[in-house]
């Protein structure tokens, strides 16, 4: 079997990380879209609750744009640096990567993750998942990140709205701003800085990992 974490759509995650470190932010621009930003160096936890050895993946946020966001590098059991570029291929539409890190034997272990120097970066890197695989499906091949998330979201969406009779779908509420006197924002490319949207680090990264 495989498990699969993502935060993209709730910014919620069991995943245990530092918090002074990292912090869960709201997407500039993109209703109900979240990412871990990782401000400095800092650890993260993953568990691999199978009995036997399982693949880890990572899965991030990329750009288009060259160095948009800074590059990170992971260390640890079954990782010797592995670096993550989030820089994308022109010819790819995708807005995530998801990469290999190492094999991991039954456990919890402890990663850590170092931002790179990346001249030009304007936005820290943005992981928003954690896959553990057996390898029956890779999950660079089948679309694991964004594009899965966003067609499973449109399944179950269509699903319960025809439960309940409804011709159309509703549209998604707006997102909503959480201020504070220290914001955190993590950006889109080509929005104004009146069409940012932030959300308080302190009130999306407490205790998110006791779902």
């Known amino acids: 079997g495989d498990r699969c974490e993502f935060w993209y759509t709730t910014g919620l995650t069991n995943l245990v990380y530092n918090a002074k470190a990292f912090g869960m932010v709201l997407l ?6 979240f990412a871990l930003e990782i401000r400095e160096t800092g650890w993260i936890n993953v568990t691999n609750p199978f009995d036997e050895p399982r693949a880890l ?4 946020l990329t750009s288009r744009t060259a160095s ?3 590059k990170v590098s992971v260390h640890g059991f079954g990782a010797n ?3 993550l570029d989030p820089d994308n291929d022109q010819k790819e539409n995708s807005k995530t990567k998801t990469v290999p890190i190492g094999s991991f ?15 030009g970066s304007i936005m820290k890197f943005g992981l928003i998942g954690v896959i553990f695989t057996d ?3 890779s999950p660079m091949k089948y679309g694991f990140g964004q594009s899965f998330v966003d067609k499973a979201e449109a399944i179950l969406e269509e699903e319960i709205h025809q439960a309940e009779g409804d011709v159309e779908p509703p549209k998604p509420p707006p997102a909503t701003s959480a201020p504070s006197a220290g914001p955190t924002m993590m950006g889109s490319e080509g929005l104004d800085d009146d069409d940012k949207t932030f959300v308080d680090p302190v009130a999306e990264t407490v205790d998110l990992f006791k779902e």
């Open 105 to 119: 034997p039954h456990g919890t272990y402890t990663l850590n993750i170092v931002p790179q120097e990346t001249p």
């Open 68 to 70: 948009y966001y800074e």
């Open 135 to 137: 390898g029956s499906a």
């Open 28 to 33: 500039d621009g993109r209703d109900n879209r």
């Open 57 to 60: 993946y990572l899965t991030f």
């Open 81 to 83: 640096h592995v670096l």
